[in-house]
């Protein structure tokens, strides 16, 4: 027994040996991990990097914002204040909330921060297109993309996006099953900018094709950058080329019609717009600029519908208003035609004598909506912020934000902590856009309020998506009421878009005529 005795013992030294020495690796090495960020900071600039955590060597907190989702960020801006430190994804970043700082960053683009996007973005987006372009050619396309949401283009839209929502919401009053809304959001979305906004012929089996394979390379599009069989972005790349296949004989036909023709849709009127510009675009441009509208607008967009909708059942008293708001401009009632085979009307159908009731000015004169319509965008943004990349050191808040190093401005951090709205910012109050104030609209003031980002990149097509949302807002609350088909309101998501875990399972039911 003795023996044994010491062989045990043995082993139990070696073991505690062996894990003292892990220990003190590892300590040694969290030491070093810290010490390397310490030092990468400007040594010609006297101001300290910004409070916060590295986390462990090489992972960062990479795992803990995977685990915690938006309670990461907001748990650290408690902690270290509005601008932290952090490293995720193999980079150190810099996280950015509040007005002040949220505009520094906003309106430094090509001057102190420009637009970082990953090289697996860029590869299958193609190097033809806004996102990618920096300084003068940003500056161009920008010019040329912008006639796409002129006015005068939304005129046109509005009438045909009318009918699309409400053939859709018919159909959801139609089903005898839960609508799961954040799927048939996406699949809507998706046939309004292919079918509307980019003008493409395709029938319903086509477009649930191409949304089918558009929803692969959007899956994919934050792969790694490693072109191998069976990658995430080998994926990626067959299906844009599928996509591109499909767009270029449509592209092919609209470069052979008559220069003088009026534009109808998105791809007239870049082709058009360029041409003006003295460019005339190739069809691998026009390719790249149809996938990148179509990505601009499909996630986002069905994001935010989910959220009107369910923030809409939560709230039944801003439903009420919306009617008295409707009743009050004579908008009561709908179209009294049924949706047929033909599918819907809204003035689109030849055997319906109807006309669309809405345009945009009278879009414009529902300003409680309008309301409504801010106020989901506020406290649902689909997407939490936006990255950019240093330029060179600089100042905010009192730090230095390193040259090289990532910056993160959160939209979601800044409309949580903005102290200028009437009511508590956590709460859904559609009347705080009711009343113009002078301290919303000071030096930072519109940087408090930035679901559509702001400076060089904002997004061009924010008109066009706040009266899509003001169109569902009408359409829903005039056809339909809709309950829970779920013993509880569902989670949300927050990574890489804002959406519900289940989807949203709603019943929908007709509401009687007037």
Same mark, same amino acid.
């Given at each position: 027994m003795f023996p044994w005795g010491l062989c045990c013992l043995s082993v139990l030294g070696a073991a505690g040996a062996a894990l003292l020495c892990a220990g003190l690796l590892l300590s040694l090495t969290q030491h070093l991990w810290t010490l390397r960020w310490t030092l990468s900071r400007d040594r010609a600039c006297a101001l300290p990097l910004p409070k916060g955590s590295m986390g462990w060597p090489f992972f960062g907190e990479t795992l803990h914002w995977l685990v915690q989702g938006s309670r990461f960020h907001s748990s650290?801006?408690?902690?270290?204040?509005?601008?932290?430190?952090?490293?995720?994804?193999?980079?150190?970043?810099?996280?950015?909330?509040?007005?002040?700082?949220?505009?520094?960053?906003?309106?430094?683009? @090509?001057?102190?921060?420009?637009?970082?996007?990953?090289?697996?973005? @860029?590869?299958?987006?193609?190097?033809?297109?806004?996102?990618?372009?920096?300084?003068?050619?940003?500056?161009?396309?920008?010019?040329?993309?912008?006639?796409?949401?002129?006015?005068?283009?939304?005129?046109?839209?509005?009438?045909?996006?009318q009918g699309a929502l409400r053939r859709e919401v018919r159909s959801w009053c139609a089903a005898r099953e839960?609508?799961?809304?954040?799927? !048939?959001?996406?699949?809507?979305?998706?046939?309004?900018?292919?079918?509307?906004?980019?003008?493409?012929?395709?029938?319903?089996?086509?477009?649930?094709?191409?949304?089918r394979t558009f929803e692969q390379l959007v899956e994919?599009?934050?792969?790694?950058?490693?072109?191998?069989?069976?990658?995430?972005?080998?994926?990626?790349?067959?299906?844009?080329?599928?996509?591109?296949?499909h767009l270029e004989e449509a592209i092919a036909e609209k470069l052979r019609e008559d220069k003088a023709e009026e534009p109808g849709d998105a791809l007239d009127l870049i082709v058009h717009s360029a041409r003006e510009l003295g460019h005339e675009l190739?069809?691998?441009?026009?390719?790249?600029?149809?996938?990148?509208?179509?990505?601009?607008?499909?996630?986002?967009?069905?994001? !935010?519908?989910?959220?009107?909708?369910?923030?809409?059942?939560?709230?039944?008293?801003?439903?009420?208003k919306i009617r008295q708001e409707l009743a009050e401009q004579g908008l009561e009632r709908g179209c009294g035609c049924a949706p047929g085979a033909a599918g819907g009307c809204a003035g689109l159908r030849p055997d319906c004598g109807c006309e669309p009731d809405l345009s945009l000015a009278a879009l414009g004169r529902l300003r409680y909506i309008d309301c409504v319509v801010k106020e989901v965008l506020r406290l649902l943004p689909p997407v939490s912020g936006g990255y950019r990349t240093a330029l060179?050191?600089?100042?905010?808040?009192?730090?230095?934000?390193?040259?090289?190093?990532?910056?993160?401005?959160?939209?979601?951090?800044?409309?949580?902590?903005?102290?200028v709205y009437r009511s508590p910012p956590q709460g859904f109050d559609p009347e705080r856009f009711g009343v113009a104030r002078d301290d919303v609209r000071g030096a930072a003031g519109r940087f408090h309020y930035i679901p559509f980002g702001g400076g060089a990149r904002s997004c061009l097509g924010q008109e066009l998506a706040q009266a899509m949302l003001q169109l569902l807002t009408v359409e829903l609350v005039r056809t339909a009421r809709w309950e829970l088909a779920t013993p509880a309101?569902?989670?949300?998501?927050?990574?890489p878009i804002l959406h519900p875990v289940d989807g949203l399972q709603l019943f929908f039911h007709p509401l009687a005529p007037s």
């Open positions: 650290r801006r408690e902690r270290y204040g509005t601008v932290f430190k952090t490293h995720l994804l193999g980079r150190p970043v810099i996280r950015v909330s509040g007005a002040e700082n949220v505009r520094t960053i906003l309106l430094g683009e @090509h001057r102190l921060v420009r637009s970082q996007w990953p090289q697996s973005a @860029h590869i299958l987006l193609g190097s033809h297109t806004l996102l990618g372009a920096v300084g003068e050619p940003h500056r161009r396309r920008r010019k040329v993309l912008a006639r796409v949401f002129s006015r005068a283009a939304l005129e046109r839209y509005v009438p045909r996006l839960p609508v799961a809304v954040y799927q !048939a959001a996406k699949a809507l979305t998706f046939r309004m900018a292919a079918c509307i906004l980019l003008g493409l012929p395709l029938d319903e089996a086509q477009c649930a094709e191409l949304a994919n599009l934050f792969s790694l950058p490693l072109d191998v069989p069976f990658s995430g972005l080998r994926k990626g790349i067959r299906a844009r080329d599928q996509l591109h296949q190739s069809v691998q441009e026009l390719k790249e600029s149809a996938v990148e509208l179509l990505f601009a607008a499909f996630f986002t967009t069905a994001s !935010a519908s989910t959220s009107l909708v369910l923030l809409l059942l939560q709230h039944p008293t801003a439903i009420a060179r050191t600089f100042e905010l808040d009192g730090y230095q934000i390193p040259k090289g190093w990532s910056v993160m401005y959160s939209i979601r951090d800044t409309h949580e902590t903005a102290a309101f569902p989670a949300m998501q927050t990574v």
